[in-house]
């Protein structure tokens, strides 16, 4: 069959990625495309990533005819995570526009699963749930036997019923274990020239992505997991190390981004990593996710370094121990800190991801994660609020709490999205008081450090930064303290907690 594969992640319409110009190939959908072309498939895509509007997809739907048009979400990018509002509106335009030419259509990825009644409304034939490679080409194949796709494991159909639609699904379907058996991503079907342009003109070094496992084993109440559930296969260090040797000779890449949900976790697999890099000629510096657990355990923070690891991202969350295990996120505030030193001690870079507004959180929890920040001195940190994510515990507690809006526009939005702890301006002032108060005491820490400025690389635009974000400090915090109202939410918890307390305490 002739098909067009595409994707509906925009760069362009998400204006913090779009400012921090560091696109990356949508890997799991040319993970799709190198198994539709080993089927014997003839695959063409179209890559939203640096596209600026849905016309190409259009354009690509009339010049080449295709028998089946896929949108294959890149699972591995963990914005495709949220429902963002602009994203979803592109893939339910590209939709339409193949209903329209009467091209059978078929649309994959985490909001897709979520919510296949909207996708197949908008002109999709077929919805897949879950991990969607084998149920595409098992899709695709009965289509061209011309056989029924009525409960096709992981499918999901619409039949006539009453003057509506009913949904039909099909059986879930296992996920894929022996990973080493998939293709390499087909990297050729999109033009990296074009990526390798865009960092050049931006960054001092090229990167690109890799995936060495799919899925999490792990339990945090508020992260979706349509995809892969709770599930965790990896691929073994020696399959890996071949894709970067092809990568290597075929595009030359700078760096690497490995875009696992948990890079290494299964026991000796960053160890082996780092003997075949070095065997193989191919250690390059890299950045990777990973869990402060993870990083304290034997000797993991010091290997994961001496294979090339440059940047280890990591969910610290909070520096409150009361909300990580409101979050059941397993990991404790004294391992973040030890994680951070031994990354240090190591001699590379450990960044945080921060989640404010999870519910029950208050200003001494806050007043905690900002204490932690000083405390860890991470390189970069990433600030967010709690999303509620279809499918996952947090979502069913506040669910009740949601209105007609339920997504972010882009992944700068920051909107409360339920009756948080505080409004949403509240937030979006807490995170430009602490990105202030981090930039600050960042440029302070590299002073103080041995050699002070000159060995920092502290430059006069950042010494004149360092001052305006001095003057403001002041009044960032002013504003926070001015917005902190709590919701009624927070008022009600603690209604209960006073009460719960004064039935506690003995009487006179």
């Not at 400012?19 to 799709?32: I, K, R, S, W």
């Not at 070094?205 to 945090?220: D, E």
């Not at 969910?315 to 031994?342: F, N, P, W």
Request: net charge negative; hydrophobic share 40%.
């Amino acid at each position: 069959m002739k098909i067009l594969l595409g994707h509906s992640y925009f760069q362009h319409f998400d204006p913090k990625l779009e400012a921090a110009h560091q696109p990356y190939p949508p890997l799991g959908t040319l993970v799709a495309g190198a198994l539709l072309r080993e089927a014997g498939h003839d695959v063409v895509v179209f890559d939203a990533m640096l596209a600026t509007s849905t016309a190409g997809w259009s354009t690509m739907l009339d010049e080449h005819a295709p028998d089946a048009a896929v949108l294959f979400e890149d699972n591995f990018n963990y914005l495709s995570k949220m429902c963002l509002g602009r994203m979803r509106e592109a893939a339910l335009e590209m939709l339409g526009a193949a209903a329209s030419r009467s091209v059978f259509a078929v649309a994959a990825g985490s909001d897709a699963s979520d919510n296949a009644r909207i996708y197949l409304d908008a002109g999709a034939d077929a919805v897949i749930s879950g991990e969607g490679d084998e149920a595409l080409l098992d899709l695709l194949a009965a289509r061209s036997d011309g056989l029924s796709i009525d409960g096709q494991a992981g499918v999901t159909i619409a039949i006539p019923s009453d003057g509506g639609k009913e949904l039909v699904s099909g059986p879930a379907r296992p996920n894929m274990k022996q990973l080493d058996a998939i293709p390499f991503a087909a990297r050729d079907l999109v033009d990296i020239d074009a990526y390798k342009a865009v960092w050049a003109e931006h960054h001092p070094r090229f990167s690109l992505n890799v995936v060495t496992t799919r899925g999490c084993p792990y339990h945090c109440n508020w992260c979706s997991k349509p995809i892969w559930g709770q599930r965790y296969n990896a691929r073994s260090p020696e399959n890996v190390v071949e894709e970067l040797v092809e990568l290597r000779d075929s595009y030359q890449p700078d760096h690497i981004w490995f875009a696992d949900d948990i890079f290494g976790l299964k026991p000796g697999w960053i160890q082996r990593f780092d003997e075949l890099v070095t065997e193989h000629d191919v250690r390059v510096p890299f950045k990777c996710l990973s869990r402060p657990d993870l990083l304290v355990r034997k000797d993991t923070a010091e290997r994961l370094g001496a294979a090339g690891c440059d940047e280890v991202w990591i969910g610290a969350e909070s520096g409150s121990q009361k909300i990580l295990d409101a979050m059941e996120k397993g990991t404790t505030v004294d391992q973040i800190v030890e994680a951070a030193d031994r990354v240090h001690a190591a001699g590379y870079r450990i960044a945080f991801f921060i989640q404010f507004g999870y519910p029950g959180e208050t200003l001494e929890d806050i007043d905690a994660t900002l204490d932690l920040i000083r405390r860890a001195r991470p390189d970069d940190i990433g600030i967010s609020v709690a999303y509620p994510l279809p499918g996952t515990p947090f979502y069913d507690r506040v669910e009740k709490e949601l209105g007609s809006v339920r997504h972010w526009v882009d992944s700068s939005d920051l909107a409360m999205l339920f009756d948080g702890p505080y409004p949403t301006e509240f937030y979006r002032s807490l995170h430009e008081r602490v990105h202030t108060e981090y930039r600050l005491r960042k440029t302070l820490w590299a002073v103080r450090s041995e050699g002070g400025s000159r060995a920092s690389g502290l430059d006069l635009r950042t010494i004149a930064r360092a001052g305006r974000d001095a003057a403001m400090l002041p009044v960032r915090i002013l504003q926070t303290k001015r917005l902190a109202k709590p919701s009624e939410r927070a008022i009600a918890e603690l209604s209960v907690e006073l009460d719960r307390t004064q039935a506690a305490a003995p009487s006179e």
